[in-house]
Nanobody
Framework: QVQLVESGGGSVQVGGSLRLSCVASNPSHDYTTYCISWFRQTPGKEREGVAGAHIGDGATHYTDSVKGRFTVSADSAKKTLFLRMNNLKPEDTGMYYC??????????????????????WGQGTQVTVSS
């Protein structure tokens, strides 16, 4: 059973940076077929996909509001997915979750932002951006 653990959240000022980590707990599992995404949620709003990646071929995907500011990367040896967030804005505030599912590259490209596409979720890490 794959379990995901996020870390790296915190409070920063506008324009600051954070790097979130998502570690998969089962190191012997083969994650090269996995699609892993970052979602964020604020109170009263639906969880939204922020960025995703297919671990096997490195293809990455971003929602428009974070393109050019966020970078998703993976260290397959360490079973860790990172989300580097630069030039943070108040609207980036929220609880950030990583999620994983076994998907082909094409399926990942089409579903990385869909909550229903994932069956494994971390507990979340809070990001607060203040002006």
């Amino acid at each position: 059973q794959v379990q995901l653990v996020e870390s790296g959240g915190g409070s920063v000022q506008v324009g600051g940076s954070l790097r979130l980590s998502c570690v998969a707990s089962n190191p012997s599992h083969d994650y090269t077929t996995y699609c892993i995404s970052w979602f964020r949620q604020t109170p009263g709003k639906e969880r939204e996909g922020v960025a995703g990646a297919h671990i096997g071929d490195g293809a990455t995907h971003y929602t428009d509001s974070v393109k050019g500011r966020f970078t998703v990367s993976a260290d397959s040896a360490k079973k860790t997915l990172f989300l580097r967030m630069n030039n943070l804005k108040p609207e980036d505030t929220g609880m950030y979750y990583c999620a994983a599912a076994s998907r082909t590259r094409n399926a990942c490209a089409n579903t990385w932002y869909r909550i229903s596409a994932f069956d494994r979720w971390g507990q979340g890490t809070q990001v607060t951006v203040s002006s």
